[in-house]
């Protein structure tokens, strides 16, 4: 959305900021909810939309603005950034929160299209995206994949 690019920033003052990559200038900035812990996770730009996770759940900013497109989970607990999976035109956003919860989140609206719970020892880290499919570590030690269904069902 701009000319020379943005990098965007979570403080632990609570607040996004975007700002210019070549003048260092405030773009735009946007306070979350207030929670208990600061903010430690990455964000994620996907085309217009900037994806950050927090300890008052999951946002969705618009990326030219800051205004915010939505915000769900507030009651989890996210330290790992989101990321993008999944084969094209079916991509979600994946992110564990610090309880064991993992979610796929709709890019849209943020609607949750599946949960599982596969460690009750949380996720603190980001997963990591091959071919369509993801993995991510537990702190139970544990690495897990999840794939895509192939076209076969």
Do not use: C, M
């Amino acid at each position: 959305g701009f000319a020379d690019g943005a990098v965007y920033v979570t403080g632990k003052d609570k607040v996004v900021y975007a700002l210019n990559l070549t003048t260092g200038s405030l773009i735009w900035q946007h306070r979350l909810a207030t929670g208990s812990n600061g903010d430690v996770a990455g964000t994620a730009l996907i085309g217009n939309r900037l994806y950050l996770a927090s300890d008052t759940g999951v946002y969705a900013l618009g990326a030219g603005s800051g205004a915010q497109v939505w915000n769900v989970l507030p009651q989890s607990t996210f330290y790992g950034s989101p990321v993008l999976a999944g084969p094209g035109g079916q991509r979600v956003l994946i992110i564990g929160d610090t309880a064991g919860n993992l979610y796929a989140l709709n890019l849209s609206t943020g609607a949750t299209l599946w949960t599982q719970k596969p460690s009750n020892e949380g996720f603190w880290g980001s997963a990591a995206v091959s071919q369509g499919g993801f993995y991510i570590a537990g702190l139970d030690g544990h690495l897990r994949s999840y794939a895509p269904l192939s076209s076969g069902g």
